[in-house]
C-alpha cells in the first residue's frame, strides 16, 4: 500500500492531483521555468549512457548551494514521457528514475569517431535500460539493469514512425523506443515491472565522454586481460586508469566472450560504481569550481521530464551528503531463459517471472536488494582464486572417464558446493578410461572454461566448436579435487545477486 502523496515530494506531479505543492524554501532567485520541449529524431543506438545520468544525482549528494546549481537544468532538452499515461502502477516508496540511453555522436570529432569505433548506421532505439531507486531516506541508490533483448509485451500504440495504430503485441524491450519514444518506454517498463516511474532520463554518449574526462577519468580493475575487436578496448591484467573515450570502450564492449550482454550489464555496474567513487573520494562534490563543472558537462546531453531540475537536485542534496559507493547496490533483473524464440522476433531474453516479481515488489516497499557485507569471520579463505566469471553463471556437464564408482557424482557434489550450476546428472563416459581430466567448451564460452578450469587444477581445456553453454567436464585419473574459486563481484548474493558499489571498485 503505497505512503500518503505528501510522502513524495520528488515524484511525479500527476501522482497527487489534489494534495497541494509543500512550500518550498527559500533561495535566491526564482525558479526557472523549464525548457520547451525540444525533439530530436534518429537518435541512433548505444550499449552504454546512463553513468551520467545516474551521477547526476550522486553529485547533488555534496550539499551544494542553489546559487552553484542555479541554471544547470536550462541546458537539459525537456520531453513529457507521462503525457496522457492512465492506469499507472500505485506509487511506491521512495523515488524510481528511468534511464536510458541513445546513441548521440554529433560534437565528437571524426578523430574520436574512427579512434573510439563510433561509426556505423544510426538506429532509432535505446540499447541499454536501467531503473534507479532512490530510497526514501536518500540513503540508498538501487540500479536493476534490464537487458535491451528482454522479452516484452508492448502495450497498444501509435507508431511515431508510421502514424499506424499498434495492438498490444511481443516486442523486444529496446524496440519501445522506436515505436513511441519515451512514453511507449516508460508504459513499458511500468507493464513490465509494476514499478510507477517517477522521473524519465536520458543520456549520449557525447556528455558520457566529456564527463568522465571532467572527473579526472575512473579507475578499473581487471582480473585478465579484456580485448574486444569491435569496440577497440585492450587492457591488460590489472589496474587502469580509463579516460573517456576508453571508458566509452569498456561500458560498450560485448564481444569478450559468450557472455555477450549480461557480461557487459556486470561491466557497465563496475564503472558506475567507479564513476561514484572517484566522485565522492575525489573532491568533486565539495569544489563548487569543479561541481558546477562536472554537473555542466553531464547536464549538456540529457533530455529528462519536465519535473527534473534543480529543485530535485537540492532536495537530494540535502539528504545525501554521506553517500559512497557502499551506498549504491546492483543488481541485473533474474534471467529464467537467455535464449527465448519468439517467431517474428527472433532469440530473446526471457525474465524469470517467480524471481522478477519479488525484486520489484523489494523495489516499490524500498527495500535493500544486497545482503548485509558479511563479519570478517566469514570472509572466503585466500586459497581461493580470483575469476572474473562467477562459478553460478557457468553451466557444467559432469562426466566419470575412470573406473571408480561414484567419482561422477562426487565431482558433480564438489563442483556444485563451489557454486557452479551442475546438472546434477552425473554420466559414465564411453570408451577407455581418461588419464587427464578435461574441460570441453564452445569457444564463445571461453571465458567461462577457464573459470571451471580453474576449479580443477591440471584440467585441460579443449575447444569444441557448437557445444553451446553448458560446459562438458570428463574426469580422469589424475583428478585431485576442486578448488574453490571465487568471482571479481564475489559480494552478489541474497535472493537477487545483487551486489553494493563498495565490493566491486578496485581494492
Not at 520547451?36 to 547526476?56: D, E, Q
Not at 581487471?222 to 571508458?247: I, M, N, S
Request: hydrophobic fraction near 35%; charged fraction near 25%; charge should be positive.
Amino acid at each position: 500500500m503505497g505512503l500518503p502523496c505528501s510522502r513524495f515530494p520528488l515524484s511525479h506531479p500527476r501522482r497527487c492531483p489534489s494534495v497541494p505543492t509543500p512550500p518550498r524554501p527559500s533561495r535566491p532567485r526564482p525558479v526557472a521555468r523549464p525548457v520547451p520541449v525540444r525533439r530530436r529524431r534518429g537518435r541512433p543506438r548505444w550499449g552504454m549512457r546512463m553513468a551520467t545520468a545516474l551521477s547526476v544525482t550522486v553529485l547533488a549528494a555534496g550539499g551544494v548551494g542553489h546559487a552553484l546549481v542555479t541554471g544547470l537544468d536550462t541546458g537539459i532538452t525537456r520531453v513529457d514521457p507521462f503525457k496522457d499515461m492512465k492506469n499507472r502502477p500505485q506509487a511506491g516508496h521512495g523515488m524510481n528514475v528511468l534511464v536510458v540511453g541513445t546513441d548521440g555522436r554529433d560534437r565528437i570529432t571524426p578523430e574520436e569517431k574512427a579512434k573510439y569505433r563510433l561509426g556505423g548506421a544510426p538506429c532509432h532505439c535505446t540499447d541499454t535500460v536501467m531503473l534507479v531507486h532512490i530510497s526514501e531516506d536518500r540513503d540508498r541508490a538501487s540500479v536493476v539493469s534490464l537487458p535491451r533483448d528482454s522479452y516484452a509485451e508492448m502495450p497498444e500504440h501509435t507508431d511515431l514512425n508510421s502514424g499506424r495504430k499498434h495492438h498490444a503485441h511481443p516486442v523486444k524491450l529496446n524496440a519501445a523506443y522506436a515505436e513511441g519514444g519515451p512514453s511507449l518506454t516508460v508504459r513499458t517498463v511500468e507493464s513490465m515491472t509494476g514499478v510507477k516511474i517517477d522521473h524519465y532520463l536520458e543520456v549520449d554518449f557525447t556528455s558520457f565522454m566529456r564527463t568522465v574526462d571532467a572527473v579526472g577519468g575512473v579507475q578499473i580493475c581487471t582480473t585478465r586481460p579484456v580485448k574486444d575487436a569491435y569496440t577497440g578496448l585492450d587492457l591488460a591484467a590489472g589496474t587502469h586508469e580509463l579516460d573517456g573515450g576508453q571508458a566509452l570502450q569498456y561500458v560498450r564492449s560485448r564481444h569478450i566472450d559468450g557472455a555477450a550482454d549480461i557480461g557487459r550489464m556486470q561491466r557497465q555496474q563496475r564503472f558506475l560504481a567507479a564513476l561514484i567513487d572517484r566522485m565522492t573520494s575525489g573532491g568533486v562534490l565539495f569544489n563548487p569550481v569543479r561541481f558546477r563543472e562536472v554537473a555542466t558537462t553531464m547536464l549538456s546531453s540529457v533530455r529528462a521530464d519536465q519535473d527534473f531540475g534543480t529543485d530535485q537536485l537540492l532536495a537530494l542534496a540535502k539528504a545525501m551528503r554521506g553517500f559512497t559507493p557502499a551506498s549504491s547496490e546492483f543488481v541485473s533483473v533474474p534471467v529464467g531463459d537467455m535464449s527465448f524464440p519468439v517467431k517474428g522476433i527472433g532469440s530473446t531474453v526471457k525474465w524469470d517471472a517467480a524471481k522478477a516479481q519479488k525484486l520489484f515488489q523489494a523495489l516499490r516497499e524500498d527495500r535493500p536488494l544486497a545482503p548485509a557485507a558479511p563479519a570478517a569471520s566469514s570472509a572466503k579463505a585466500p586459497k581461493d582464486v580470483v575469476v572474473d566469471v562467477p562459478p553460478r553463471t557457468v553451466r557444467v556437464q559432469v562426466y566419470n572417464g575412470t573406473r571408480t564408482d561414484g567419482l561422477g557424482r562426487k565431482v558433480d557434489d564438489a563442483l556444485r558446493g563451489t557454486g557452479f550450476d551442475t546438472t546434477r546428472t552425473p554420466m559414465t563416459s564411453a570408451g577407455q578410461e581418461r588419464a587427464r581430466t578435461v574441460v570441453e567448451y564452445d569457444p564463445r564460452w571461453d571465458r567461462s572454461a577457464k573459470t571451471l578450469a580453474a576449479a580443477l587444477p591440471g584440467a585441460e581445456l579443449k575447444p569444441v566448436a557448437g557445444r553451446g553453454g553448458t560446459l562438458r567436464v570428463t574426469v580422469g585419473s589424475d583428478y585431485k579435487g576442486v578448488r574453490g574459486v571465487r568471482a571479481e563481484d564475489a559480494g552478489r548474493g541474497g535472493p537477487f545477486e545483487a551486489v553494493t558499489g563498495d565490493r566491486v571498485v578496485c581494492p
